[in-house]
């Protein structure tokens, strides 16, 4: 039986987030420069949409770009600027085609202008898609992020708009650049590193981390298959006991009844 088959699509995750590295170490075992290894990984990126679509599942986040890569050198930069344009132009009649809506978190400001025009153009063409939720992390890091949302809460108690007695957990996550998007239940990174790298770091407090080896050009279907069909292994508690799970599952079911 394919890994595609024996997934329950009962029980797949809502949202599922990717780390996707790996392509310069892949371009440097294959001798070629670190751009090839990026372009290369667009097949990745279209093989793991596919499988999201194929599954079914709501959200899916791709770690595009971090704040932190605007340090590497300005050529790979470029290089990764103008793949992402005519990546998306590539994209869109397949994204049309699937259902799929494009969105995006992060500084997008800090793009070049070029890359903001095609973003957007392409988030206005697929806003009424009502399939998969694909949503691109650019120019954005979790530090950022958060830090952000201080400001923002911050300025709202200066103006007298809201007490500091006011802020709690759900409304921080209100200002967030994912509000509106259920939090990952399963977060994967490529290229067998043990790293969050900055990213989501809020949101994903009880998602289920999956590490893989495999080098994010060589990314396939089955593998992300093999992702989800770990995540379905597992036992997910949320600071509970697997007795209280056990019932609560199981009160669940009565009420379904």
């Known amino acids: ?21 790996g392509n310069g170490r892949w371009a440097r075992k294959q001798g070629f420069a670190r751009v090839k290894g990026h372009e290369k990984g667009v097949g990745a990126v279209k093989a793991t949409v596919e499988a999201a679509a194929e599954l079914g599942l709501n959200y899916l986040t791709l770690y595009a770009f971090s704040t932190e890569n605007w340090k590497r050198p300005k050529y790979e930069i470029e290089s990764l600027m103008k793949l992402l344009v005519h990546a998306i132009h590539n994209e869109m009649a397949s994204l049309m085609e699937n259902n799929i809506r494009l969105t995006t978190i992060g500084d997008l400001n800090a793009l070049p202008s070029k890359s903001q025009k095609e973003l957007q153009r392409a988030m206005e063409t697929t806003s009424s898609n009502t399939g998969l939720t694909l949503i691109l992390a650019l120019s954005y890091s979790a530090h ?25 957990s759900t409304l921080f996550a209100t200002k967030l650049s994912t509000v509106g998007i259920p939090d990952p239940e399963l977060l994967i990174r490529t290229s067998g590193e043990y790293r969050i790298s900055n990213f989501l770091l809020w949101q994903i407090a009880y998602s289920e981390l999956y590490f893989t080896p495999t080098l994010w050009p060589d990314f396939t279907k089955e593998d992300f298959f093999m992702a989800i069909l770990d995540f379905q292994n597992r036992e997910r508690r949320f600071g509970l006991t697997s ?12 009420r379904t009844k």
């Open 243 to 254: 007795e209280q799970i056990t019932l609560v599952e199981a009160t669940k079911k009565k």
């Open 1 to 21: 039986m394919e890994l595609k088959e024996q997934i329950n699509r009962d029980k797949l995750p809502c949202h599922v987030a990717v780390i996707m590295d």
């Open 144 to 168: 950022w992020e958060i830090v952000e949302a201080c400001k923002e809460l911050a300025e709202e108690v200066r103006i007298g708009k809201l007490a500091t007695e006011e802020i709690d």
